[in-house]
């Protein structure tokens, strides 16, 4: 039984490509540095009936991260703030009418990888296969079959090919889809970001699980 799962694993493991491995690897640490990064992100997610357009900044120190995003989509704005301090998570939630309340989310933990709304640059460990292709400017890598349920069935990252940072990670989630562009990267994160402060949001409900 041993051998058997030994061979399954390397069967696995074969089918994501040492150049797929190596790419990664050097556009997480490009990305990754102990000082911690800001990225400003365009995004545009669609389904069946509707598309949605906005913006993104995404914080990253450590396990620590934070991230403001604002959607729009059949004339309402949505405005989510997500952050993370090492013990414990939040949303907050802005109200779409005036007729109801913001709302401040609190729970022991991290988020599982299927509630973030993030890039995620170690896909090589949650997939079992990937396909590389190269165009002028960018390496194209398409990852299938997942190796959990938490993960979408394909995600597609693309990696600037001389500076090797992120440009672009594209991904289905049920039924809607989901690109994330990169418009601006700063290396450098206050500590300060990533804790919570209620008093920032005096009209929300405060709910804690």
Not at 84 to 91: H, K, N
Not at 109 to 125: M, P, R, V, Y
Not at 178 to 187: A, P
Request: with cysteine; net charge positive.
């Amino acid at each position: 039984m041993a051998a058997v799962a030994l061979m399954t694993a390397m069967s696995v493991q074969a089918q994501i490509p040492a150049e797929v491995k190596d790419i990664l690897q050097k556009c997480s640490e490009k990305t990754h540095r102990s000082e911690g990064y800001e990225l400003d992100v365009k995004l545009h997610a669609s389904a069946i009936i509707a598309s949605m357009n906005g913006t993104m900044k995404m914080c990253k120190k450590g396990d620590k991260w934070y991230s403001v995003m604002q959607m729009k989509a059949l004339g309402h704005v949505m405005y989510y703030e997500t952050g993370f301090d090492g013990t414990q998570t939040w949303r907050y939630s802005k109200a779409a009418d005036d007729d109801e309340r913001d709302t401040l989310t609190i729970t022991k933990g991290a988020l599982k990888k299927k509630e973030k709304f993030s890039i995620n640059l170690g896909l090589d460990k949650d997939y079992k296969k990937a396909k590389l292709k190269t165009t002028d400017k960018h390496y194209e890598i398409t990852f299938t079959e997942p190796l959990n349920k938490e993960m979408p069935k394909k995600s597609i990252i693309r990696i600037d090919k001389n500076k090797y940072l992120l440009h672009e990670y594209e991904t289905k989630v049920s039924l809607a889809s989901v690109k994330m562009t990169v418009t601006r990267i700063k290396y450098g994160v206050n500590d300060n970001v990533f804790i919570l402060d209620p008093k920032k949001y005096p009209n929300a409900v405060v709910v804690r699980k």
